[in-house]
């Protein structure tokens, strides 16, 4: 997942985090990929100062997927954000899931701005611009998938069925 982002505000460098919220619903279903934000000179007009490589989203889905096989392996509460302890670092990036969400079935993009509470409780204005939101890098080698039913009478005694469903990485969609 890639995304560039602009931001001219009064707060000071890293104080305020822009957020990607993906899933089936931008509130009960999501994973949350979030950056500290460097906040741009509103007098450039240089593309590397506008759209700054700090702020960029560039995130491979493999840590979203493994965050979420991490938290089911640990058995947790699909009503609480994963960590509880707070986001976890990825490189520049803040990862998070919460309840169950597929990648597979986004219906739900959110795009935020979040303001860390500080012992002063200091309010900032923000202009903030997202550009270019895209799925890069991704395999494309096709894959299968095995679908199967089997269900035998014996006589008058029992009737006994079964389904077998078998799918490789890369059949279906994304």
Avoid at 30 to 55: C, Q, R, T
Avoid at 60 to 85: C, G, H, I, T, W
Avoid at 120 to 148: H, M, P
Wanted: charged share 25%.
């Amino acid at each position: 997942v890639k995304m560039y982002i602009h931001a001219n505000s009064d707060a000071p460098d890293g104080e305020l985090y822009a957020f990607l919220r993906l899933g089936n619903d931008p509130d009960q279903n999501y994973y949350e990929i979030a950056i500290p934000l460097k906040v741009s000179d509103p007098l450039s007009y240089e593309a590397g100062e506008v759209w700054p490589l700090a702020n960029e989203i560039d995130i491979a889905l493999d840590e979203l997927y493994a965050l979420k096989v991490e938290r089911d392996r640990n058995n947790f509460s699909l009503s609480q954000s994963y960590p509880l302890e707070g986001p976890r670092q990825v490189g520049k990036h803040l990862i998070r899931i919460f309840g169950r969400p597929d990648l597979a079935g986004v219906r739900s993009i959110l795009i935020g701005v979040r303001n860390p509470q500080t012992i002063d409780q200091r309010s900032y204005r923000i202009c903030l611009w997202a550009n270019e939101l895209r799925l890069t890098d991704f395999n494309r080698k096709a894959g299968y998938a095995v679908n199967t039913a089997l269900s035998l009478k014996l006589a008058d005694f029992a009737t006994v069925s079964g389904v077998l469903r078998y799918n490789t990485f890369g059949f279906g969609n994304i």
